[in-house]
């Protein structure tokens, strides 16, 4: 009973986030595209591996991120530098997790994209 509870507050997280973070829904859209484009690259199943967690990672430190905002905001509204602090880690932490996520996708990518303009010559 305790695991369904857990599970429902879970897709609770998931659906108050995507309803109030638009970058979390710009996040998600980006993320049905490219999991599925993993699915379907000729690469090794690591590699697979690699670019569907580094987009999950994206989903999973925004969705961090927005905690931590939504904390801040509940202490207080105020401007306060420890708030701006917090607010502005957690925001450097999604932009850590985009790199990382775009650094696997264009490792794992350009080996294919030089075969691909090689056969096109």
Known sequence: MRALFALK???DGLRTTFC???AFRQE???AA???PCALLLPV???ERVML???VLLVLLVELLNSAIEAVVDRISLDRHELSRRAKDCGSAAVLTALVISA?????VLWPLVKQWLHLHR
């Open 28 to 30: 998600t859209v980006l």
């Open 9 to 11: 507050h879970s897709f």
């Open 33 to 35: 595209l490219l999991i």
């Open 44 to 46: 090794p199943p690591i």
């Open 20 to 22: 109030e973070e638009s």
């Open 103 to 107: 650094s696997a996708w264009a490792v």
């Open 52 to 54: 569907i967690g580094s």
